[in-house]
């Protein structure tokens, strides 16, 4: 089954990484309340979303899932790993929100909001890579 971990990495190296990069993005993005003055194309942020950050989430939830009732592992260490990536799920999520109220109204105000949102990931991710590192056998 070394497959199905290459499948996992790779899927988790994907929704990181674009939900590390989407808070920057849509906070670009909202800076100016002018279209004709926003940075890069007004699709990309919904784009990203849509095409990567979502299927990549959903294959690594998939595959994680799988890994862990094919190796029988459970307990505590488990249960915190679980609400890591749950709260990663929310970022994701609240990255969605985001992306829909910059394209209703754009705000600078949401910079703030991206910004935490970014740094409530970043953390999620150390936590869940430690949690990894960590792992009893």
Known sequence: MPLLKLLHFTA?????GTLLYLPALIAAS???PLRAERPGHPQLN???????????A????????ALF?????????LVAKLTAVAVMVICHALCGLLILQCERQPRPALTIVCAALGGTTLGMIAATLWLVLAKPY
């Open 69 to 77: 009732l094919r190796d029988g592992t459970f307990g505590i260490w």
């Open 58 to 65: 959903l294959v690594a939830i998939g595959s994680g899932t």
């Open 12 to 16: 988790l190296i994907a929704w990181c």
């Open 46 to 56: 919904r784009t990203i979303f849509n095409l990567i950050a979502t299927p990549a």
């Open 30 to 32: 909202c800076r100016s």
